[in-house]
């Protein structure tokens, strides 16, 4: 045994999408403890909720960060919704759990993305990419912005998506399922890839569960808990909505959780998409949360479950807009994951959690 | 399939580390840790969720001085939001398992979320505004129906005149109360425009009544 040493990682470092710092306790290679730090890019979103009115807001909310957009949105209007008593239309919670699948799909490919390039597999980088573009297609189709859509308010969305253009959607999906489940056979069967994968970061489910981590990063450790599988909105009409899980607790389960979870949310969309029915898009919201009324709601984000809270004072101004991400929550079990790892193994283990720190930080 | 449900629970200060211990045992999940900066000091929401039913437990106007017991001997993972409480909001915790002192985030201002900003304050008193309108009319109101009650003895000339002047009275302070409440709805700007407009034509009007006589 060598004497430790702290070697501090992050927040500038080439296999980090977004500011995080680490300060790794090493004994020779290996890490015997770690401390996350976040707080580089606090920027106060919250405390706008004070100077936009309910509606203005939620163009806010989707700008915490650009790969949770439509959840951000969908969460926050859920939540006011749930806070003024709307009901929102059939067709409307159809659209939003359409648009929001999407968004889970090109969040996924984006991640497996970057992670094939932490590993070295830069052309499978490109692929994942190539795939995603065509969701962003999708997006800009149906709503006319790639990446921030501003598609949901409160009380319904803004545009519909016509019969055609649905079945366009199904069409492109079933493209790219074909060309994404060979990328998908390719990496799960790979052997540089189980090299670095299998093994590594392993959370046993008892730790999972004693950590209350969320999303895929608990699922992969057997943890059947998904927000969707309460069946609120249009998940309810789904015929059967099983949690993709996986035993294993290591870092290639969570690989492979989530690049299941990109055929699940294809199935999902195509379901659903046969089932939209006919009506309004959305309701018109009038008056004012009333004072003292206090709303809370769950969310299944691509990361995971976000927790969104929200408290009226009578006016259009909310008291307080409250989004608890799901990188948060993880931020404990990947602390716990990190120790006893090789130091080597660090980079894959942070990235296989699929940190968002802008959206955690806010 | 378990079903979705909410449900909000006052909790104090002493009970929070024991309540915390429960729900781990009963096999409860920690959801979070928010604060609400309100004008009786900092509301605190601890969230509890298991088998769908999210559990808020709200500590309501915690003192600026006070100490808050971690409960992160328990739950690990509340680290992150007590210290950013402690950064945003400037409440004190004591035995944070990972306690970053006060620098969980780099912030220019001291705790920025108990500042009230001139936004807040205009909402809060335009709330105001509309509760005490929405008494009042009540209380007009009221005032009306009883004169209405205690003047059915007089001769019915009398009576007809007193109502409809009473009518006329509540139609007008009714009118002002809406009035008032959409204006306290409105943007505090847009809000002194329009009430600038009003005050230009009841002037208007007024010179126009004295030129007719």
Redesign the interface.
Known sequence: MGKSTIIPFGPQHPVLPEPLHLDLVVEDETVIDC?P????V?R?L??LV??RDYNQFIYVAERICGICAMGHSLGYAETVE?LMGVEVPRRAEYLRVIWHELSRIHSHLLWLGLAADAFGFESMFMHCWRLRERVLDIFEKTTGGRVILSVVRVGGVNRDIDDAMLREIVNVLDGIKDDYTKIMNTLLTDTSVKNRTVGVGFISKEAA?D??MVGPFSRASDVP?D?R????GAYGELSDFQPVTDAQGDCFARVKVRCLEVLQSIEIIKELAAKVPAGDISVAVKG?PA?GA?????LEQPRG?C?Y?A?G?????L??M?M?TPT??N???MATALKGCDLADVNMIVLTIDPCISC??R | ????K?D?SPLSIEAIHEVAAARKSEGY????T?A???EDGVDL?Y?F?KD?A?D?E?VSGVPRDAVIPSITDV???A???ENEIH?LFGVHFEGIA?D?GG?????SVKE??TII?P??KA??D??RK??AAKAAKEAKAKKAAEQAGAQEAPAQAAEAATAAAAGAAEDAAAKEAELEAKL??MDPEKAAKVRAAMEAKAKKAAAAERKGE
Do not use: W
């Open positions: 401390i730090q976040i707080g580089f606090h106060g919250e405390k004070e100077t749930s569960l950590l209350s808990y927000v599988s309460f069946g609120r004012a004072e206090q709303a809370s709601n769950v479950e927790y809270y408290r004072n009578g006016t259009k101004y008291e307080r409250r608890r948060s929550q931020l404990a079990g955690t930080e | 399939m378990p079903q979705f909410q909000f999940r920690y959801v979070q928010l609400v900066n309100t929401v969230s969720m769908g999210l808020n709200v739950f690990l993972e680290f992150v939001f950064d990972i970053f620098n969980f985030y780099h912030l920025p979320m900003s936004e807040q909402a809060r335009k709330a509309i509760a306290a709805n």
